[in-house]
Antibody, heavy 119, light 111 residues
């Protein structure tokens, strides 16, 4: 069955960096676009970034553009999110999600990894 | 880009039908058939309930249905059950630089 397992979260000071990973299994990872979606404590869902199946096309939310970089390693079935210049407002549970097609619904989600930005 | 507009809360009794709304603009909900709906129980990851406005993934109960009229998408749950109590989020593709936008979510309470 499809599994998405995020890792790499933790407590980090403002201005520092963190790299999240999402290990995928149970489907042909290299055939699907992948997204990162975050949820601040007690708040709603916020889309963060998407990467196409081949890693060529990448799009970002305005709130993270220029600070976050999405990437993937199809040889290792792994999705990444490099987060730089972190702010308190980036504190959230970060989910990776598989896309049905690039923008047509996220049909599988991981359980999330918590990122806390605090001094 | 503001979030899609969803009511903060709705409630219904078991067996009733209930409809959630998700209002956007012609640049998102009204302009594309890339509207999806997600159910999220507390402490759990979201679950896809409807994609491409009205399509139901395999395994999702046929009590859930989706539609769209103009700039507003809707999710209807028929035969409301206690287990349906959760948050429901809509999302859509948008032609803005953001590309993907979520609604603020609606909390469903089953009375």
């Amino acid at each position: 069955q499809v599994q998405l397992v995020e890792s790499g979260g933790g407590v980090v000071q403002p201005g520092r960096s963190l790299r999240l990973s999402c290990a995928a299994s149970g489907f042909s990872f290299s055939s699907y676009g992948m997204h990162w979606v975050r949820q601040a404590p007690g708040k709603g869902l916020e889309w963060v970034a998407v990467i196409s199946f081949d890693g060529i096309n990448k799009y970002y939310a305005d709130s993270v553009k220029g600070r976050f970089t999405i990437s993937r390693d199809n040889s290792k079935d792994t999705l990444f999110l490099q987060m730089n210049s972190l702010r308190a407002g980036d504190t959230a549970l970060y989910y990776c999600a598989k896309a049905r097609d690039l923008f047509g619904g996220f049909d599988y989600w991981g359980q999330g990894t918590l990122v806390t930005v605090s001094s | 880009q503001s979030a899609l507009t969803q009511p903060a809360s709705v409630s219904g009794s078991p067996g009733q039908s209930i409809t959630f709304s998700c209002t956007g603009t012609g640049s998102d909900v009204g302009g594309y058939n890339y509207v999806s709906w997600y159910q999220q129980h507390p402490g759990k990851a979201p679950k896809l309930m409807i994609y491409d406005v009205s399509h139901r993934p395999s395994g999702v109960s046929n009590r859930f249905s989706g539609s769209k009229s103009g700039n507003t998408a809707s999710l209807t749950i028929s035969g409301l059950q206690a287990e349906d109590e959760a948050y429901y989020y809509c999302n859509s593709y948008t032609s803005s630089s953001t590309h993907v936008i979520f609604g603020g979510g609606t909390k469903l309470t089953v009375l």
